[in-house]
């Protein structure tokens, strides 16, 4: 190796079912990055994947992955009621690891992954994809920037006709989304939820959901996400004491909508008078660069692991995330009365499940 090249980074895949394919293509195409393996329980599967790229050795055993040396980090895409075990395996294993939405189905999990990942100095990141889209870092930037003043609520719809799961709900599916977005918005963990749902097609999986997100800042949320929808939707309103926003990601050009529209109030001087200011301006829709998600996602995982720098969508992000999902749930459970969200779990006792 010439004087001054960096060695490239072993990965391995774990998983090659929905989602294992597009991560595989982007890791394959990052500069100093070199698959070693994929792994998954299914040889047919491998089968496709030794196709399409003759190089990679593939395996069912997750334990010659993990016996690898040259294997710096494992990518983790299985069914979520897996990644615990899998991720657990690859840190005591000594890797870093990457495991797609959400981290854990139990933030209990997700909070012994945090810990034994800062124990060991490893990186664990969670698949957050939507954090690195482009337009939803536009609208991160604006906010910080003060362009839309103070955030008063959020409201934002995630909808479609499918996909069904089996296992899981619709809160479980697509909530992961709009809450892992949101939370890099605010830079703030929402306090307390409530939500309202309905199992449509299987009476013992809700495929319908609203759910109401309180923040100490005084922000107020709503996420509305469905299986059921005539058509699909995935649009985000965010207003401000300056300016309003719409992102919408179904958009093909002009995903993010700057609205300078709002209402002021002036105080009354007298018991008579009561005056609003409705205020319709500019609508500005930025231009903003059409990058792959994923390749950034895959970009800033690896920066990550060669620089020590916490990623953005880091294990805590992760656990928040499952906090409030398991607080959804059972808001849900007890008929949608309200549930808190407790993200910063005390630290575990030693033998914790």
């Not at 040259?70 to 000594?94: K, N, Q, S, W, Y």
């Not at 139990?106 to 482009?134: C, I, K, Q, W």
């Not at 205020?279 to 800033?300: C, F, M, N, S, Y």
């Amino acid at each position: 190796m010439p004087d001054g090249a960096v060695a490239p980074l072993g990965v391995a895949l774990v998983g090659y079912g929905y989602w294992g394919p597009n991560l595989l293509r982007n890791y394959m195409e990052l500069p100093g990055v070199t698959v070693r393996s994929v792994c998954d329980r299914r040889p047919e599967v491998l089968q496709k994947a030794q196709t399409r790229y003759p190089s990679v050795t593939v395996t069912v055993d997750l334990a010659d992955v993990l016996a690898d040396d040259d294997v710096d980090a494992v990518v983790i895409a299985t069914p979520v009621r897996t990644h615990f075990p899998i991720a657990m395996a690859a840190l005591e294993a000594g890797k870093h690891v990457f495991v797609e939405k959400p981290i854990t189905d139990d933030s209990l999990h997700a909070r012994r992954l945090v810990d034994l990942a800062a124990d060991r100095s490893l990186v664990l990141m969670v698949g957050h994809t939507f954090v690195f889209s482009p337009p939803v870092r536009r609208v991160k930037e604006l906010i910080d920037a003060g362009e839309l003043g103070d955030i008063y609520f959020v409201t934002t719809q995630r909808v479609n006709l499918g996909l069904h799961q089996k296992d899981v709900s619709v809160i479980w599916d697509l909530a992961p989304h709009d809450l892992s977005i949101l939370y890099y918005w605010l830079d703030e963990t929402a306090e307390s939820v409530t939500v309202m749902s309905r199992a449509c097609i299987r009476a013992d999986i809700p495929d319908v959901a609203f759910i109401n997100l309180r923040f100490a800042s005084g922000v107020v949320a709503e996420i509305q996400a469905s299986w059921l929808s005539p058509v699909k939707l995935r649009r985000t309103i965010v207003v401000g004491s300056k300016k309003m926003l719409v992102y919408d990601d179904t958009e093909s050009v002009e995903k993010v909508k700057i609205y300078d529209h709002g209402v002021d109030f002036k105080d009354p001087t007298d018991f008579g008078e009561f005056q609003l200011s409705y205020r319709t301006g500019d609508i500005v829709a930025p231009k903003i660069p059409g990058i792959e998600p994923l390749w950034l996602e895959a970009q800033h995982f690896i920066e990550s692991v060669r620089t020590g720098d916490p990623p953005v969508t880091d294990g805590w992000a992760g656990l928040r995330v499952v906090a409030s999902l398991e607080a959804a749930q059972d808001s849900l459970v007890r008929g949608g009365t309200q549930a808190i969200i407790t993200p910063d779990l005390a630290a575990l006792s030693e033998g914790a499940a």
